[in-house]
């Protein structure tokens, strides 16, 4: 079988709770998990398989189709948020039109979700639910010899007008005996973030998994899993050597495993890679050992989810950590000379606009390198929706409602007794515009820009801001 790897292009995507200004022209980031099935097809079967990025390549629908047409795919796979399901099933109604007989199969995180609710979509053929990569290469071996798809876990398909969903696959992999992502198979120049530190920008795994308990977040509670530190490193080498200057390890949080990080720091020292990098983690998994060994190794900036200014809150959202232990953590990556990403959040259920903008005084205290202020959004089946949903905030099922029927018109809710959507737009910019306009944040930023690029990145993002603001 030929096999298409595809992001759809971004036509009727949702809005998400990032504001606006943010959300474009800041570049775009490789799909990481459907380059690491692509890796583990290729590998397993020898057959190369093709893919295409839309959205960095600016393929439209129209050039998706001629290109399709030339490639005379037998199946299409991709993978979707919730926030592109639409742009899949779009995508996917016009390439069966033109091409009757082929396959498509969605997995990712919306269908991990909802996999029944997924495949009972007219154009999917085919979904894979939780880790993908052997799940897939089994779905397409069993299609090449005949064999029944009824011992895949993990799978969903049709057959004669019938849906069939298979048990979930409770076996997790193994991380250290999956290959690279299959880098090789898209232009990775045309992957870019503006406030990168080098001339060409990718992303990196190291771990998945996070055992922290945020009510926000999808992957709460999940089992934590490393890859070795010299697999980690072997692939930066090979990063290096595709002239990749500027990684962003996509980790949620990589610094669970002080030891491992440490480890895998002391061996880019060691082989003396020149490598920018950037990662994620939360304030309390930090200490002064792994910022210096951190710092020495390359890393540029720390993205840490600091949320809120108040304990209260803090609780509300089982983030597990105080206003303490973040102030603690951003003076030690300051005084280590590294810089750090604050990600803010407002329109908790039942905070005050005083408590907002508490919030961002308290990030201006913080002194980071930028500050990102996201209105509260319960998420699809996360802890978080499950409790506002007991506590009336959100009358009814609307995510599941949406997985049944995606529809162009469905709008992503700010669920907020106190406040209406639009206020909280608002409120959204206001503190944008406090922490950004801010003369200490400003002369700060001057007095650290490194090069002509440099200047421009960063005032290409507040120019958008601003002008947002005004309503330019």
């Known amino acids: 079988m030929k096999i298409l790897f595809l992001v759809p292009p971004e036509t009727i995507s949702l809005e998400s709770s990032v504001p606006k200004a943010l959300e474009g022209g800041k570049g775009y980031y490789p799909k990481l998990g459907l380059l690491y099935v692509a890796a583990y097809y290729e590998r397993e079967t020898g057959n190369q398989p093709v893919f295409i990025d839309c959205p960095p390549e600016n393929v439209s629908q129209e050039e998706l189709s001629r290109r399709v047409k030339e490639v005379q795919p037998d199946m299409v796979a991709m993978s979707i948020m919730t926030f592109n399901l639409l742009d899949a099933l779009h995508t996917a109604r016009i390439l069966k039109r033109d091409h009757p007989n082929l396959k498509v199969c969605l997995g990712g995180p919306h269908v991990n979700l909802y996999p029944k609710e997924t495949l009972h979509q007219p154009e999917i053929d085919y979904v894979v639910f939780g880790e993908g990569e052997k799940i897939f290469f089994h779905l397409i071996q069993a299609l090449e010899s005949g064999d029944s798809l009824k011992s895949i876990k993990g799978l969903g398909w049709k057959e004669k007008g019938e849906e069939h969903i298979n048990s979930a696959e409770t076996e997790l992999l193994n991380l250290n005996e999956l290959p690279f992502p299959a880098r090789h198979l898209v232009d990775i120049s045309s992957y870019k973030h503006i406030i990168g530190e080098g001339r060409q920008f990718f992303t990196i795994q190291a771990t998945r998994g996070c055992p922290a308990a945020c009510s926000f977040c999808d992957i709460r509670k999940t089992k934590f899993r490393v890859r070795s530190p010299e697999s980690v490193v072997d692939e930066i080498e090979e990063l290096v050597e595709m002239g990749v200057d500027d990684l962003f390890f996509v980790d949620d949080t990589i610094t669970i495993d002080k030891k491992n990080v440490l480890e895998i720091c002391d061996l880019i020292v060691k082989r003396n890679i020149k490598i920018h990098f950037k990662i994620s983690a939360r304030v309390d998994t930090i200490n002064k050992e792994v910022i210096a060994a951190l710092k020495k190794a390359g890393c540029y900036r720390i993205h840490y989810g600091i949320e809120s200014a108040s304990p209260k809150h803090l609780k509300y959202l089982q983030k597990g950590q105080t206003p303490e232990k973040v102030e603690r953590a951003c003076k030690m990556t300051r005084d280590a000379g590294l810089g750090f990403f604050a990600y803010m959040m407002i329109g908790i259920p039942h905070e005050t606009k005083e408590e907002m903008f508490e919030t961002v005084d308290f990030a201006k205290k913080l002194k980071p390198d930028y500050a990102q202020f996201s209105i509260c959004t319960p998420y699809p ?11 009336g ?30 206020e909280l737009r608002d409120l959204q910019d ?11 944040y400003l002369m700060k930023q001057i007095t650290k820009l490194r090069s002509w690029s440099d200047f421009t990145a960063k005032a290409r993002m507040g120019t958008r801001i601003l002008t947002n603001r005004l309503g330019i």
Do not use: G
Request: hydrophobic letters at 35%; charged letters at 35%.
């Open 381 to 391: 089946k996360v802890e978080l929706y499950y409790q506002m949903i007991q506590e």
């Open 393 to 422: 905030i959100v009358p009814e099922d609307y995510w599941q409602e949406f997985a049944e029927n995606p529809s162009a018109d469905f709008k992503i809710k700010f669920w907020n007794k106190d406040f209406s959507e639009e």
């Open 430 to 440: 206001e503190c944008h515009a406090r922490f950004y306009r801010s003369p200490t």
